[in-house]
């Protein structure tokens, strides 16, 4: 599968452990959080209910808490930090430009 790397918004819109909800043009809702210096991306959409992950809280180095029935993923794998078996869709990312880029497989 082939991979590209798909422009979100500018590095400087991300708050220090808060979520930010941004749609990329194919239609997919990310989930993004700012932890130090590092940017996770993830689908914005819980895998217990489906509601918005940017609302979201972090704890500890890299922790999603779900505001809605307080699931908890890791950011650095996607996966429950209660039942390996359930994750949400990470993304990679890489700065560049002032922007954040998320590797996505390639359209089409
Ligand atoms: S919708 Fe996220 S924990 Fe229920």
């Not at 808060?18 to 819980?46: F, P």
């Not at 809605?68 to 869709?89: E, M, R």
Request: glycine share 8%; aromatic share 12%.
């Amino acid at each position: 599968m082939e991979f590209e790397y798909i422009r979100t918004i500018e590095v400087s819109r991300l708050i220090q452990r808060e979520g930010v909800y941004h749609k990329i043009e194919s239609g997919l809702e990310l989930a993004l959080y700012l932890i130090g210096e590092a940017v996770y991306a993830v689908d914005n959409k819980c895998p217990h209910m489906g509601m918005p992950l940017h609302e979201g809280a972090i704890v500890g180095d890299q922790t999603l808490v779900c505001r809605y029935h307080q699931w908890k993923f890791d950011l650095k794998t996607g996966t429950s930090t209660f039942a390996p078996n359930i994750y949400v869709k990470k993304y990679e990312t890489k700065i560049e430009d002032g922007f954040v880029f998320v590797k996505m497989p390639r359209q089409g």
